[in-house]
């Protein structure tokens, strides 16, 4: 039962400690220079929200999450900046 | 004659020599003055940077101690964060070197994955710090309860715990932080509810054990229950079962607020005191709340069938209703224990 016990609090601890968030806070100025870092062209307009699936412009965009190769965009919608999450599921 | 050009060579030889000995000291001191710019904005960028990142792990640090039956939830989280890049007064804040040793020698060498987030807005120094709170609360509170907690009472439950966070922190995230937190908190629809589970009053009012017990509810009961009700119902997807916990829920929080649920916790007395403690007050409440955890969940389960036996006995209520809250919660140590949790009440 202890072993059990000790099974989930490990299973628990494995999945999501392994991510180390790296957070950088930006002014929409810079927009561009950020999508030039990540090679990103929204004009292309194939860039979804992650949250809503509403194309993602440069007026719009919230927030950019990159995973090894791959980029998540979130847009300003209220309900979307409220679901964000700096500890994604 | 001789004399006057003399003394006037000498004059203009020092001043000649005063400008030429300016611009060396000029030349030598700018870069000194420079560098030690460039140094004391490092070391302010290096600090407010830190600030950032000791929020987060602060957030998590208070969570572990206070809310320590949550542990699953705060187990599954990223244990830091790092903030590559912030901004204060319109000047930009970062520190590259800071960055790479961060990410690719501290992070690689513990087995990390980065994952790297950029956020765009016009937020002051004070917003990101109260960003960092209120997404670290979300992630511990909001997004686990979906299933459980209506919008309101999730987003209230958020901004209490940022904003009582803030004011035991003020010293790491400063008195605006607090004030801005604070702000938030007092829109919160479900603020009056949070306050009232959150007092040491309503404690002494509705608990039916002899004092000395003394502590609010909200860490000690109310999140253990909801924690309890959302592993339950984690693998139920249809709505309207998730509407009715939902509702369910809301009634049982307002309800313990008012007053209107007595709480009956189990310890090591025997249970004719419990019993005793039950019958002195039972008519006082709509239902009692009986909380116990680890062995004393077996004196629960001997106590529930008699205290139904008083509801009907007593009160002549036929069949009151009897809802369990039950299963395996993180407790001291990060150790596993079982939790118990019956409320018994009038009305079905």
């Not at chain 2, 599954?76 to 961060?102: G, M, Q």
């Not at chain 2, 513990?110 to 950029?118: A, F, N, Q, V, W």
Request: hydrophobic letters at 40%; aromatic letters at 8%.
């Amino acid at each position: 039962m202890r072993n059990m016990k000790s099974s989930i609090m490990r299973n628990a601890q494995s999945s999501l400690q392994k991510l180390l968030p790296v957070i950088s806070f930006a002014r929409p100025s810079d927009v561009d220079k950020y999508l030039k870092l990540y090679n990103i062209d929204l004009n292309s307009g194939k860039y979804r929200c992650a949250i809503c699936g509403d194309i993602v412009t440069r007026e719009n965009i919230y927030a950019l999450i990159a995973h090894g190769s791959s980029i998540k965009l979130i847009c300003n919608k209220p309900s979307c900046q409220a679901k964000f999450s700096i500890s994604p599921p | 004659m001789f004399d006057e050009i003399l003394n006037f060579i000498k004059q203009e030889f020092s001043s000649v020599l005063s400008l030429v000995v300016g611009v060396i000291i000029g030349l030598i001191a700018s870069p000194i003055i420079k560098t030690m710019f460039k140094a004391i904005k490092y070391l302010v960028a290096l600090k407010d940077l830190g600030r950032l990142e000791k929020t987060y792990s602060s957030v998590l640090k208070y969570a572990k101690k206070n809310l320590k039956e949550l542990g699953l939830i705060l187990n599954k989280l990223p244990e830091e964060i790092v903030v590559e890049t912030t901004y204060k007064d319109d000047v930009a804040l970062y520190s590259r070197f800071r960055a790479f040793f961060k990410k690719n020698i501290v992070g690689k060498l513990r087995g990390k994955e980065i994952l790297s987030i950029t956020i765009f807005g016009n937020m002051s120094y004070e917003e990101q710090i109260a960003f960092i709170i209120q997404k670290a609360f979300e992630a511990i509170i909001s997004s686990e309860y979906e299933k459980v907690l209506g919008v309101d009472l999730r987003d209230s439950l958020v901004t209490y715990y940022s904003y009582k966070f803030a004011f035991l922190s003020q010293s790491l995230v400063g008195k605006g932080v607090t004030l801005m937190l604070e702000r938030k908190f007092n829109e919160a629809k479900s603020k009056e509810i949070i306050l009232k589970l959150d007092s040491k009053e309503l404690e002494a009012n509705i608990t039916l054990n002899p004092p000395p017990e003394a502590r609010p509810l909200l860490d000690r009961v109310i999140m253990p229950i909801i924690e309890l009700k959302s592993q339950e119902i984690s693998p139920i997807n249809d709505l309207s079962t998730i509407e009715l916990t939902r509702r369910e829920m809301q009634q049982l929080l307002t309800k313990i607020a008012e007053g209107k649920i007595g709480i009956l916790f189990i310890g090591s007395r025997t249970p004719e005191e419990y019993l005793q403690y039950l019958k002195s007050r039972i008519d006082e409440f709509e239902g009692v709340l009986i909380c116990a955890r680890g062995k004393r969940a077996i004196l629960c389960d001997h106590l529930v069938p008699e205290i139904i036996k008083e509801y009907q006995g007593s009160l002549g209520i036929e069949t009151p209703s009897v809802k369990t809250f039950e299963g395996t919660l993180p407790s001291e140590e990060n150790r596993l224990l079982y939790y118990k949790h019956v409320l018994i009440s009038k009305r079905a």
